[in-house]
């Protein structure tokens, strides 16, 4: 079950970011990937979600819709999205039989359609930000 394999994963985020940048070397600060790690942080934490991996797919959290199904959600943020990171997510949401999933990116917007009706979601984090603000106060 989702529960199950969620309480067996293993991968830790700070509370507070601060911690990661006073830890970095000044030259990290300025890359993709270091800004990468911050949005992972600081997404994972607003949304209180956990790490997933399933059968060798995994994304950054898994949270759980209003009817208690999964969105597997994976932060990307950077240049260019690859094949790999799309399908990897693309099997979780068939392998969890979710209605969709999200990719948090750092500009690009696309909708991809799957089979029965699914979709994967690339919405960049400024929108997404704005989506899941909004979702807090209602």
Known sequence: SYMATTRKQKKAYLANSAVTYALSMPMQRN???????????????????RYFSMNGYDVDCV??????KPIPIEVKYQNEINE???NNVIK??????CRYGIIVTKNKLETHKLEDGKQLFMIPLWIFMLIIGKKQKT
């Not at 890359?31 to 979600?49: C, D, P, Q, T, Y």
């Not at 979780?92 to 039989?97: G, H, P, R, S, T």
Request: no cysteine.
């Open 84 to 86: 790999n990171d799309i």
């Open 92 to 97: 979780l949401i068939e392998k969890l039989d």
């Open 63 to 68: 949270i759980l819709d209003k009817n208690k």
């Open 31 to 49: 890359s993709e990937r270091f800004s990468g790690m911050l949005i992972e942080n600081l997404i994972v934490n607003i949304l209180k979600a």
